[in-house]
């Protein structure tokens, strides 16, 4: 028989029996449906956390003085844990590795809304922080050198800002005060997602000159430093706390490269398991064929004896089956794609976030209905061929 009479005959029995044909069809489309939905919502996370690594800024470093009087004793003598302005300036010298150095001082105010209070999170910083986190105005403009050095009393805020002290109003050029402060806000950032390790959503940024008058009390205990590598950098860093300060475990450095890293390595594990469950449920589909294709042996044997006493071969009955359960798994692998690709895109509109979903995925989805109809459909198709016909001939 030629190739295209074996495809035609498998399809045509295939179309005679279709509810049997549609339930193993099903079984395979609903494993192919979550494999493709599992794999496109881990591919969006994967490519989410890269934009985010790109987008935050993958070379900034973070150093957090410990405030623990304990670990204080073992600092130089005369010296304490906090860091000062100083410190931006000595790092900038002392560690070729680092190209920008920005100071934090972190307050909190309240806010009498509604009859309810509401917190918030007051930020100090230079102009360069902008820049180094890639903050962009949703309306507005950043903060200035000019701010900081005339001590002007304005201020950015964030989504959540706005939406719990504004109740969503444009707070646009309007008052905001802070510590018996008037502020006027002069740019709305926008949103900046929860990925990496600063997230202004909530917060309020004021320059930094402001924040040390409003928080006198307020050591900087944060600085942000961008760097040209940062496993260099880091060992710098630490060079620098052990000459000035006796010691460097008095300071904790973090790098958003490393800590969006291990946020990818974990979504990684998520979407080993995504594949795990999209595996089983391919298992199960495969196991339904085979399953059918036994059946459908069982039912035929008195076909596959008229087809061998005119002549056919084993080869060409193993062949004839052997296609059939292929060609049950392509089609429920082209059905299961389509259902999966409808899936992910409601589950990215529900959730909110990137719909991916590639030609990748079809081919991956194909290519496993086939290996799946191979390796479910040689046993029945081997135990087809070896019917004998002077058997077979006499089944009722």
């Known amino acids: 028989m030629l190739p295209r009479d074996i495809v035609t005959t498998a399809w045509e029995s295939l179309r005679v029996h279709r509810l049997r044909t549609g339930l193993s069809i099903l079984g395979i489309l609903i494993g192919i449906a979550s494999f493709s939905i599992m794999y496109s919502v881990g591919e969006s996370a994967r490519q989410h956390t890269v934009q985010a690594l790109n987008e ?29 302005l100083r410190d931006v300036f000595k790092i900038r010298h002392f560690c070729p590795a680092i190209s920008d150095v920005s100071p934090e001082i972190l307050g909190e105010t309240e806010f009498l809304r509604r009859g309810e209070t509401e917190k918030a999170v007051v930020v100090g910083i230079l102009p360069n922080y902008q820049g180094m986190f890639k903050l962009r105005m949703k309306e507005g403009r950043p903060l200035t050198q000019l701010d900081v050095e005339g001590e002007h009393q304005v201020c950015l805020v964030g989504a ?26 002069v740019g709305i950032m926008q949103d900046s997602g929860q990925f990496g390790m600063v997230s202004n959503n909530e917060n309020i940024l004021i320059p930094l ?10 050591e900087i205990r944060q600085l942000y430093v961008r760097s040209h590598h940062s496993t260099e950098a880091i060992a710098q860093l630490k060079q620098f706390f052990q000459a000035n300060y006796g010691t460097s475990s008095q300071f904790e450095i973090r790098s958003q490269k490393l800590l969006l890293e291990t946020q990818q390595s974990q979504l990684k594990i998520f979407e080993y398991i995504l594949w795990t469950i999209g595996s089983i449920s391919l298992l199960v ?3 339904g064929i085979m399953n059918i294709m036994l059946v459908s042996v069982t039912e ?14 084993k080869r060409e009955i193993k062949i004839q089956f052997l296609c059939e359960a292929i060609l049950l798994c392509l089609v429920g692998a082209l059905g299961g794609t389509l259902l999966g690709f409808l899936g992910a895109k409601l589950l990215s509109r529900l959730f909110h976030f990137p719909f991916v979903f590639s030609v990748k995925v079809l081919l991956i989805a194909l290519s496993i209905a086939s290996v799946l109809g191979i390796v479910c459909g040689t046993y029945p198709a081997a135990r087809a061929a070896e019917q004998d016909p002077t058997v077979v001939l006499r089944y009722e």
């Open 300 to 313: 035929r044997v008195r076909e596959v004896g008229i087809r061998r006493a005119l002549g056919a071969t």
């Open 56 to 84: 935050l800024g993958g070379d900034v470093i973070q150093i957090v003085a410990r405030g623990s009087a304990k670990k204080a004793e073992l600092a130089m003598p005369g010296r304490n844990n906090e860091l000062s």
């Open 285 to 287: 589909g495969g196991i």
């Open 160 to 185: 959540g800002v706005t939406k719990r002290i504004f109740q969503g109003r444009n707070p646009l050029k309007k008052g905001l005060n802070i510590k018996g402060y008037l502020f006027n806000v």
């Open 209 to 218: 000159s402001m924040a040390r008058r409003l928080f006198p009390n307020n």
